[in-house]
């Protein structure tokens, strides 16, 4: 039998201890809040190996994260609000409940739009380990993207100050 994870307090909010099945309402999870938004993975210390999925809120304006390509496919679900989505150069508009699919090395960022937040469900493997922040206009345009190419994650994000735990807003998931 597979045992339940028991949850604990981290930050602001819970998170599950060590191996086995759990219930965590998102509202009640660990947040945590930086540049690049508000989000919660649903994981505790030890990261998921296989599946990673988190929500994400952006403010209007705000970058998920730096435009960026990977060996593995990532999908998105806009919960609530609206976004830009730059994909492979280009802007896409985006809202509640447009589901977006990047097959393995789409470049691709989600820019938060619109005058309310945007939550967006992000679920990706995490069996390969190859990514690309590639130079790009249209993500330079958003302040949304790197001035040098990089190949890693601690390259592109080198200098940024490391998220903070945050305590849930209301706001974030309507």
Not at 51 to 63: F, K, R
Not at 128 to 155: C, F, I
Not at 158 to 171: C, K, S, T, V
Request: charged content about 25%.
């Amino acid at each position: 039998m597979v045992p339940e994870a028991p949850l604990e307090r981290v930050g602001a909010g819970l998170a599950p201890k060590g191996e086995g099945w759990f219930v965590l309402n998102a509202r009640e999870a660990r947040w945590l809040q930086g540049v690049f938004g508000a989000y919660t993975r649903f994981e505790g210390e030890e990261r998921f190996p296989q599946l990673g999925i988190n929500i994400g809120v952006l403010q209007p304006g705000q970058p998920a994260c730096w435009y960026h390509g990977e060996d593995e496919q990532e999908d998105f679900l806009v919960l609530y609000g609206e976004a830009l989505l730059l994909v492979e150069g280009k802007e896409r508009p985006v809202k509640a409940w447009d589901f977006v699919h990047c097959p393995r090395w789409t470049e691709h960022v989600f820019v938060g739009a619109g005058d309310v937040p945007c939550a967006i469900l992000a679920v990706g493997t995490r069996t390969g380990d190859g990514v690309v922040y590639p130079v790009s206009e249209v993500a330079l345009k958003h302040a949304a993207g790197v001035e040098q190419e990089a190949h890693t994650g601690a390259e592109a994000y080198a200098g940024l100050q490391p998220d903070e735990d945050a305590e849930f807003q209301e706001a974030w998931l309507p």
